[in-house]
T-cell receptor, first 115, second 109 residues
Framework: GAVVSQHPSWVICKSGTSVKIECRSL??????MFWYRQFPKQSLMLMAT?????????EQGVEKDKFLINHASLTLSTLTVTSAHPEDSSFYIC???????????FGPGTRLTVL | GQNIDQPTEMTATEGAIVQINCTYQ??????LFWYQQHAGEAPTFLSY??LDGLEEKGRFSSFLSRSKGYSYLLLKELQMKDSASYLC??????????WGAGTKLIIKP
C-alpha cells in the first residue's frame, strides 16, 4: 500500500514554456502533499506544503507565482512550473501523507530539463 | 537555527557492517526518519524513531538518543545494492521534516 505516482517521469522543455507535474496517491487519501526540489548531490529542499482544498504554504524563497500548486482532490496535486528557465532544471519530487504527522510516501520524481 | 549533520560519504566492503551517524538540532522533535535514495530515484522509507533505543528491521537497525540529539543507521551484511545515499530527517515541533544532506554509501566488493 501507500503508493504515490508522478507524471511525467522526465520532461525536456524550451525556456519560457510551462510544465505541469502531477502527483497522485493511488491507494490512500492524501490530506497533505509536499513538493520538493533536489539539485545534484544536494539534499531535498521543501518547496511547499499543500492541503486538499486550500492554498499551498510556500517555503521562504520559493516564488508562488512561478511554482503554481493545486491540490484539488485527496488523491491529486499538481505543480506547474511557469515560464521555465534553465536554472529551474532539477529533480522534482512529491510526497503524500494521510495527516501532518505521519510518514511521507514519496513519488518516483520528475526530472525537468529546461533548454 | 535548525541543523542536521551526517557524513558526506562513507565506504564499506560487501558483507561488512557500517554505521551512519546523524546529529540534529531542531526546534522541537516529533521523530527521526531514515530514507534510502538511489541515484536518480526518489527516497524510500527505511525507519522511524520517536523513542530512545534501537529499532531493528532485518539487516537495518536505527538508534535514537533524544538527549544527545543523535541517531545512527546500522547496516549489516552489506550488499552491493545497498550503495545509495542515506538521508536523515527530523520532524520538528511544526511537524515539518528537516532534511540532512545525505550520506553517500559506497560498497566495494
Amino acid at each position: 500500500g501507500a503508493v504515490v505516482s508522478q507524471h511525467p517521469s522526465w520532461v525536456i522543455c524550451k525556456s519560457g514554456t510551462s510544465v505541469k507535474i502531477e502527483c497522485r496517491s493511488l491507494d490512500f487519501q492524501a490530506t497533505t502533499m509536499f513538493w520538493y526540489r533536489q539539485f545534484p548531490k544536494q539534499s531535498l529542499m521543501l518547496m511547499a506544503t499543500s492541503n486538499e482544498g486550500s492554498k499551498a504554504t510556500y517555503e521562504q524563497g520559493v516564488e508562488k507565482d512561478k511554482f503554481l500548486i493545486n491540490h484539488a482532490s485527496l488523491t491529486l496535486s499538481t505543480l506547474t512550473v511557469t515560464s521555465a528557465h534553465p536554472e529551474d532544471s532539477s529533480f522534482y519530487i512529491c510526497s503524500a501523507s494521510d495527516s501532518d504527522y505521519n510518514e511521507q510516501f514519496f513519488g518516483p520524481g520528475t526530472r525537468l530539463t529546461v533548454l | 537555527g535548525q541543523n542536521i549533520d551526517q557524513p558526506t560519504e562513507m565506504t564499506a566492503t560487501e558483507g561488512a557492517i557500517v554505521q551512519i551517524n546523524c546529529t540534529y538540532q531542531t526546534s522541537g522533535f516529533n521523530g527521526l526518519f531514515w530514507y534510502q535514495q538511489h541515484a536518480g530515484e526518489a527516497p524510500t522509507f527505511l525507519s522511524y524513531n520517536v523513542l530512545d533505543g534501537l529499532e531493528e528491521k532485518g539487516r537495518f537497525s536505527s538508534f535514537l538518543s533524544r538527549s544527545k540529539g543523535y541517531s545512527y543507521l546500522l547496516l549489516k551484511e552489506l550488499q552491493m545494492k545497498d550503495s545509495a545515499s542515506y538521508l536523515c530527517a527530523v520532524m520538528d515541533s511544526n511537524y515539518q521534516l528537516i532534511w540532512g544532506a545525505g550520506t553517500k554509501l559506497i560498497i566495494k566488493p
